[in-house]
């Protein structure tokens, strides 16, 4: 993909929320008032038909999701497309469309065809059927798989001094999770993600619709063993933090013997804890290995009712992020998001009272 493309389409503002629909994954769909913007040049994109050799790749998702595409990569939605090309780490090679999503998609198809990105348009039926099942999102993507970066790669790219937050699993092999964790670290200001190669695929075409594209933005690794991975971060400087549940089964009051028992999240160092934490996690029902237990600088579990000893693991990740890495530049950014959006709905305001002054005054004439 052309180096300027990045710089092009990141230029495309996304429509505004009141404009946006969203479905129950995230993904957003264009508002029928939105549809009825121009159609883009018909120069800009490529109609195929079902039997087309260039759209193969596109052919049967889940098929080909268990079988796998070698050195590409398949994303879903007009956002995962923006994302993609906005980071410039990952080269786009096509997008596929429904036709349906011409209209809404017009300025982002323009900016692809100017940089010689081919967009293939199909029929919205033969768009089911080549994908082999009913996509309503109508938005495909394929992207080059860059090369996979060893642990001490992706940590050695994180700022040497100061804060540093980062993401480590241990066979997370759930595609749900693997998006939220990413999703988590695009939240929280994490600076990676560690994952050991027990770990499932982020960028599997669920797990990065589930991150909502940030499997895209967030570097990350998916070589080695778990110990591989902690000696990264370790040799970077951060504290490996390992989130258990409370001990409930002989296992874990076998480790706690040995280790002593986990300290409540909130018990913890509260007001002097590390700058530089990783965050470990492991399968949700597993949990960490004794291994992983016993590499980790300190044992963390959440506090819960005796009703459940455990949530998802993407859910207490985020519970230990909020309490334990929100660094003063993500607060800050929260708080510079609040105020900009108080400015905006301030001027709203100014600007309808204004109007309706001056509406008064002409009526006053």
């Known amino acids: 993909m052309p180096g300027s493309v990045k710089s092009d389409v990141s230029s495309l503002a996304s429509p505004p929320r009141s404009q946006r629909k969203g479905d129950s994954n995230g993904a957003l769909s264009p508002s029928p008032k939105k549809a009825e913007g121009p159609l883009p040049p018909p120069s800009s994109y490529i109609r195929v038909e079902y039997g087309d050799r260039r759209v193969e790749v596109y052919r049967n998702l889940k098929e080909r999701d268990v079988t796998g595409r070698g050195d590409v990569f398949i994303l879903e939605g007009e956002n995962s497309v923006r994302n993609l090309v906005r980071n410039g780490r990952m080269p786009l090679v096509s997008v596929c469309l429904s036709e349906r999503r011409l209209r809404p998609m017009a300025p982002l198809i323009e900016a692809l065809s100017r940089h010689n990105v081919p967009v293939y348009v199909l029929k919205s039926d033969a768009f089911s059927s ?7 999102r109508g938005v495909l993507a394929c992207g080059k798989r860059p090369r996979l970066l060893e642990p001490p790669e992706v940590a050695r790219q994180l700022p040497g001094e100061g804060h540093s937050t980062i993401i480590l699993g241990e066979t997370i092999n759930n595609l749900d999770n693997v998006g939220g964790l990413f999703r988590n670290a695009a939240a929280f200001g994490c600076g990676a993600v560690l994952l050991d190669d027990k770990s499932a ?9 589930v991150s909502g594209g940030h499997a895209l933005n967030v570097p990350f690794s998916r070589i080695g063993s778990i110990g591989d991975v902690i000696s990264a971060a370790k ?29 409540p999240l909130d018990a ?24 992983a237990q016993r590499l980790a600088d300190v044992r963390l579990c959440i506090p819960m009712d005796g009703m459940v ?47 309706g002054v001056l509406l008064r005054h002409r009526l006053g004439r």
Request: neutral net charge; proline residues 6%; aromatic residues 6%.
């Open 201 to 209: 695929d982020p960028l599997y075409r669920k797990a990065c619709r």
């Open 309 to 355: 000893d455990s949530v998802n693991v993407a859910t207490a990740c985020a519970i230990a992020l909020h309490a334990l890495a929100a660094t003063p530049a993500v607060a800050e950014r929260a708080r510079d998001r609040r105020q900009r959006h108080y400015m905006i709905y301030a001027l709203g305001a100014a600007s309808a009272l204004v109007a």
């Open 235 to 263: 040799a970077t400087g951060h504290v490996v933090v390992a989130l258990v549940t409370p001990s409930t089964s002989d296992r874990e009051n076998a480790v706690d013997a040995d280790i002593g028992e986990p300290i």
């Open 130 to 136: 080549i994908v082999g099942f009913n996509f309503h």
């Open 268 to 291: 913890w160092r509260p007001g002097h804890r590390p700058e530089r934490l990783a965050v470990l996690v492991g399968a949700e029902g597993p949990g960490l290995t004794e291994a």
